[in-house]
């Protein structure tokens, strides 16, 4: 029975952390996380665009923890954005025979930079 509840929680953990299966609206993150970021123009950057993924862990209380930088965007975006998703709140818990789980999920980000 122990060893049922364990893969349970290990599909439970795998369908939610997947892109495309996750229980989070990647869009509305990413729209609320990026809304106030200050960007370099894509002369200082180099390039059109910046992406970067991050990943967190959805604690038992709804808040976030173990917020890391998994793959930079750079010039000083990755702290503004780790900044904005330590700020959020609401976070919904994953439940297992009525206990709450933790949950890590990676967010890819991507942002099209202004050309001035």
């Not at 025979?97 to 942002?111: E, H, N, W």
Request: net charge positive; glycine share 8%.
């Amino acid at each position: 029975m122990k060893i049922i509840k364990q893969l349970l929680m290990l599909a439970i953990f795998w369908s939610i952390a997947l892109p495309g299966y996750s229980q989070i609206d990647t869009k509305s993150v990413v729209a609320d996380v990026t809304k106030e970021l200050k960007l370099p123009t894509r002369k200082q950057a180099g390039k059109k665009q910046l992406a970067g993924t991050y990943s967190f862990v959805v604690e038992i209380d709804g808040t976030l923890g173990d917020v890391a930088v998994k793959d930079s965007m750079g010039h000083g975006v990755d702290e503004q954005i780790v900044n904005q998703l330590k700020q959020t709140k609401g976070w919904k818990v994953v439940m297992v025979d009525g206990k709450g789980m933790r949950v890590a999920y990676s967010l890819p980000i991507t942002v099209l930079l202004d050309k001035k």
